[in-house]
C-alpha cells in the first residue's frame, strides 16, 4: 500500500494521470491530505469511484497521540506519537511572539551517537518517510487548531541522514497547495554531516542551516560527538562556508554548554575563532540532564561568562531561551521511557 504522502506533487500527478485521472485532481487530493483528512471518505469533492480506486492501492496515513504534555510555565506542548507500526516518535510545539514553532523529528532512534543526547540511546531503529515526518506537522496543527508557520528539523535523528525523505518533505511542506510554509521559516539542524552539507547547498532551497558543533576542537569533539571522527572540524567548517556562499543564508551554530568539558574561558577563545570568519550565530544551550549521561550545565553566571567572552570576541552569541523545562522538551526523554529503550 502506498501512502500519497510520500510523493512530491509532481509525483501525484503523475501517479492519478496512469490512474486516468485529469491533472487537477492531484489539487484536491493534495490539499485534503495536508488538512489532516484520517480518511479518503472525508474528500467530499473526489468521486465515489476515485475514492474506491485510491483505497486499494493507497492509504491516508495518521498519526496517533499517545501522550500530550503540556508546560505549565510557557505553553510549550511536547506531543510523543505513535506511528501504525507501533514506533513513537517525539514533537514539541512552542510559542513565540511571531508564532507557533514545531520542532520535528526526522528518524526513529538516531546512530550518531552523540554522548549528551538521549535520542541517539538505543541507537537507529529506522528512518522516518517523507509522508511521516509531514504528519508530525499535520496532526500537531489540527490537535492545537492554530496555525504552525515555523519548522526546525532537530527532534529525535539526524536529518541528513535521512536525506532523500528529508527534501521530499521540504518540497512538499512549502507548496503552495499544502502548508505553504516558506522556506526562509524551516530550519534543518545537522551535527556534521558533510557530503549532506554539501548535496543541500546545491539543493537551492534557502532554508536555514544550523550546525550542532557543541566543541572547539577535534579532541573534545571526538570524544562527544562521533561523526567528528569521520569529518573532522576543518571539514565542516569548509562545507559550511560552502552553504553560506551558495545560498547566501547566514549559518547558526548550537553549542551545548557541559560543565569542566566545553565551557572554559580557552574553549570560548578557540569557539570565537572557528566561527567569527563565518559572521554565524551561535546558540548556547546549557546542557540538557540525561539519566544515563553525568554530563551537568555550570553555574548561571559561568555560562553568562562564556556567553561574555564569546561577544568580546564580536561573535554574534545568545543563550537559548529555555522552554518546556518542567515537561522535559529535550528531545528522546519520553520516547525512550515508553519504549524501555536502555544505553547499548
Known sequence: MIDLKDFEYGELEEYLAAMGEKKFRAAQIFKWLHLGVTSYDEMTDISKALRGKLSRDTYVSTLEIERKLVSAIDGTVKYLFRLPDGNCIESVVMRYHHGLTICISSQIGCRMGCRFCASTIGGLYRSLTAGEILNQVIFAEKDMGERISNIVL???????????????????????????????????????????????????????????????????????????????????????????????????????????VNDSPDNAD?????????????????????????????????INAFLRRLCGHGVNATIRRELGADISASCGQLRKKAAGIREI
Do not use: Q, W
Open 270 to 302: 578557540e569557539l570565537a575563532a572557528l566561527i567569527k570568519p563565518l559572521g554565524a550565530h551561535v546558540n548556547l544551550i546549557p546542557v540538557n540532564r540525561v539519566e544515563e549521561r553525568s554530563y551537568r550545565k555550570g553555574s548561571r553566571d559561568e
Open 154 to 260: 532537530m527532534g529525535i535523528g539526524e536529518p541528513l541522514d535521512n536525506y532523500d525523505n528529508v527534501i521530499t518533505f521540504l518540497h512538499n511542506i512549502n507548496h503552495e497547495k499544502g502548508k505553504n510554509i516558506g522556506y526562509r521559516h524551516i530550519t534543518l539542524s545537522t551535527c556534521g554531516v558533510v557530503p549532506g552539507i554539501y548535496k543541500l547547498a546545491d539543493e537551492g532551497l534557502p532554508i536555514t542551516l544550523t550546525i550542532s558543533l557543541h566543541a572547539p576542537n577535534d579532541g573534545i569533539r571526538n570524544s562527544i560527538m562521533p561523526v567528528n571522527r569521520i569529518y573532522k572540524i576543518d571539514e565542516l567548517i569548509a562545507a559550511c562556508r560552502y552553504y553560506a556562499d551558495k545560498t547566501g543564508r547566514r549559518l547558526s551554530f548550537e553549542y551545548s554548554l557541559i560543565h569542566g
